[in-house]
């Protein structure tokens, strides 16, 4: 018998919801976009950091980015990595938001930037990313 292997890669995720408009104006204008976006927001993202260290009143994800990640990325999934890299590199312990990401990455939607990131670890590029 056959076995059939996928691997992850760019054409198995939804890149369109990586950007601010990957959602309508009617998903954008319902209770549930608010909600959503505040909740995914305010994840803290920790670099260099262990898992027995607290963000009081925060939902923390302890992420480790891959230094040498040789595969393409998309320009949103690029432009992640590039912030996400040196947040590793050049500290000692490093923490941000994902709000304070998508700003930076100028998307106004939260959900983007999450998806950014969810598609990040799926391709192996980044790891501890979890939303419970």
Not at 9 to 32: F, K, N, P, T, V
Not at 58 to 83: F, H, I
Not at 124 to 129: E, K, M, R, T
Request: glycine letters at 6%; one cysteine or more; charged letters at 25%.
């Amino acid at each position: 018998m056959t076995e059939i292997h996928v691997e992850n890669c760019q054409e198995h995720l939804c890149i369109d919801l990586e950007h601010d408009g990957g959602y309508d104006a009617q998903w954008r204008q319902s209770s549930d976009y608010t909600d959503v976006d505040k909740c995914i927001g305010n994840i803290a993202l920790v670099f260099n950091g262990s898992q027995d260290m607290a963000v009081d009143g925060m939902k923390v994800c302890y992420l480790t980015v891959d230094e040498r990640y040789p595969w393409n990325l998309s320009p949103g999934q690029k432009k992640a990595y590039e912030l996400l890299l040196p947040l590793q590199q050049g500290s000692t312990y490093a923490i941000t938001t994902i709000k304070k990401l998508a700003d930076a990455m100028e998307l106004e939607i939260m959900h983007a930037a999450y998806k950014r990131l969810e598609n990040l670890q799926s391709l192996g590029v980044i790891s501890g990313l979890r939303l419970n």
